[in-house]
């Protein structure tokens, strides 16, 4: 079977650090991936995991552990501008790409 | 400038009147896809293609066909239209199947209501 689960909103004030998890069940994992998406835009591409650990890109960072189906995105120094969805997915081969609903994040000042 | 684009961002219709929203990549890409995104739910994949002449379905296929004539396009061909295929609707690309660091570019997105 399939499933993804992340909250569905979280809310965070502006400099502070945020954490987004997901959990999945996905037969044939290869990898992960965290988009961000603004209200009305299309989603944009932040991070895609495919060994356990963490990966570092500026202010994002995000962590896969494998054994667990566990993944975070890890936003520091936030910014207003960081208010969007952010969606976890994953790639199960031949690009089959498998979405969670999305964490919808608040950024207040 | 590299990007995806949709055609029409906006369309209201009724029920049963064929409609077909285009997708056109300028980036040489082998890969396209096509999801809809509803509230609570995600996005969801609906069809996508490996080449030219090589489509195949994703999750939610029923009531949509598409084709890849060519590739740069990627056409969402809705024959008989129905309210429950009110969404918005992204077309994607990438260079290959397999995601690396340049993974998938979304089109601007079509917001579709069927009455």
């Not at chain 1, 998406?37 to 963490?54: C, I, K, M, R, W």
Request: proline share 4%; glycine share 8%.
């Amino acid at each position: 079977g399939q499933n993804i689960d992340q909250p569905t909103e979280m809310t965070a004030t502006e400099g502070a650090i945020v954490q987004i998890n997901c959990t999945y069940q996905t037969s044939g994992f290869n990898g992960l991936f965290w988009y961000q998406q603004h209200a009305g835009e299309a989603p944009t591409f932040l991070s895609y995991n495919v060994l356990d650990g963490l990966e570092e890109k500026g202010r994002f960072s995000s962590f896969l552990s494998r054994s667990k189906g566990y993944s975070y995105l890890l936003l520091k120094e936030l910014q207003m501008k960081d208010s969007a969805s952010y969606l976890c997915a994953t790639y199960t081969g031949g690009f089959k790409t498998i979405f969670g609903a999305g964490t919808r994040l608040f950024v207040k000042a | 400038e590299a990007q995806v684009t949709q055609n029409p961002r906006y369309l209201i219709t009724v029920t049963g009147k064929k409609l077909t929203v285009t997708c056109s990549q300028n980036m040489n890409h082998e890969y396209m896809s096509w999801y809809r995104q509803d509230p609570g739910l995600g996005l969801r994949q609906i069809y996508y293609s490996m080449n030219v002449e090589v489509t195949d379905k994703g999750d939610v296929p029923e009531g949509y066909k598409v084709s890849r004539k060519e590739k740069r396009n990627f056409p969402l061909i809705l024959e008989s239209p129905s309210p429950n295929q009110t969404s918005l609707y992204f077309c994607a690309s990438s260079l290959e199947g397999t995601p690396s660091t340049d993974t998938q570019y979304f089109g601007p997105g079509t917001r579709l209501t069927v009455l």
